[in-house]
């Protein structure tokens, strides 16, 4: 089964598997509500291959402006 990470953790939700908070946004406008969150942010691209954080599809944002840089980085990668 190939699943996108958040799709793995909907799968956990679902059986009440512990999973750590996180959203799935497709667009940076999404980020204008603060979903309870707080900083640091990880900041990740949803593809199905491994080595995200190598090919830098990881990232770190300790402030709000540093998610919207992670993002528009990560967009490159997929989802």
């Keep these: 089964m190939n699943l996108f990470e958040y ?3 909907d ?3 679902k059986y009440s598997i512990a999973t750590p908070k996180s959203i799935f946004i497709n667009s940076i406008s999404d980020l204008t509500e603060n979903h ?3 900083f640091p942010l990880v900041v990740k691209a949803q593809v199905q291959v491994g ?3 190598k090919a830098g599809g990881i990232k770190v944002a ?4 540093r998610t919207r840089r992670a ?5 490159r990668y997929g989802h």
């Design 7 to 9: 799709q793995g953790k």
């Design 11 to 13: 799968l956990y939700k």
């Design 36 to 38: 309870g969150l707080s």
């Design 51 to 53: 080595g995200r954080g």
């Design 62 to 65: 300790k402030k709000p402006s």
């Design 71 to 75: 993002y528009r980085c990560n967009s």
